[in-house]
């Protein structure tokens, strides 16, 4: 079946740090891969995508790289912000004929950055 | 910007009511979903729609469970009958077509207690 695994948390960070929140997959074909953000009291936002294996996808600041020999897409920042502090979703998409595209989420990083 | 949004933001029931969650997609978009996350675990798929009809549902969408888009705006999750194991988060969350580069946009969540 599908299933994500990420980090758990909670993570705390100071300012300026370097940021890793590992995830892994368990899929059947080729998944897309996302990262989805919670920030307090709103909805998911997506973060960044890869459709494919060794995309890289980017987007403020964060990175994160599809790896099919290590089906693993970690989320990487170099230097973190307090205005990064939420709650991060790795998740799937199986893609696969006549599916809905629905995502399959891990449970969720939330990360604390302090001052 | 368009964005999905929910109502109630806090829904409290008793076990065995019936509650209604709505949903306003964006406008134009046609591919419909609900989420949901009991607390402390993952985001879980409940069903999808488009075109009027369910286009694929979760094992945890069972008889109890109903969506529906009675107008050309909202899109409702219907429980029949609550029970203690429902309260959760419900996530609502709409896309504008098929394919893996189309994003979905979440809303902020209702927040279910079933008491």
């Known amino acids: 079946g599908n299933s994500v695994t990420q980090m758990e948390g909670p993570v705390t960070l100071s300012e300026e740090a370097f940021l890793t929140i590992n995830c892994t997959y368990t899929?059947?074909?080729?998944?897309?891969l996302f990262w989805y953000v919670q920030y307090p009291g709103e909805g998911l936002q997506l973060l960044l995508k890869a459709t494919k294996a060794d995309d890289k996808g980017s987007n403020k600041g964060f990175e994160a790289t599809y790896r099919k020999e290590t089906t693993s897409f970690h989320l990487e920042k170099g230097s973190v912000q307090v205005s990064d502090s939420a709650v991060y979703f790795c998740a799937l998409s199986p893609r696969l004929r006549g599916g809905s595209e629905k995502l399959v989420f891990g449970k969720g990083t939330k990360l604390t950055v302090n001052p | 910007e368009p964005e999905v949004t929910q109502t109630p933001s806090h829904q409290v029931t008793q076990m065995g009511q019936e509650v209604i969650l709505r949903c306003v997609p964006i406008s134009n978009h046609l591919y419909f979903y609900w989420y949901r996350q009991i607390l402390g675990q993952k985001v879980e798929f409940l069903v999808s729609?488009?075109?009027?009809?369910?286009?694929?549902k979760s094992e945890i969408f069972d008889d109890q469970f109903s969506v529906e888009r009675p107008d050309g705006s909202n899109f409702t999750l219907k429980i029949r009958s609550t029970k203690l194991e429902d309260s959760a988060m419900y996530f609502c969350?709409?896309?504008?077509?098929?394919?893996?580069?189309?994003?979905?946009?979440f809303g902020p969540g209702t927040r279910l207690t079933v008491l």
């Open positions: 969350a709409s896309r504008v077509a098929s394919g893996r580069y189309n994003e979905q946009f």
């Open positions: 899929a059947t074909g080729y998944p897309s």
């Open positions: 729609f488009y075109n009027n009809e369910i286009s694929e």
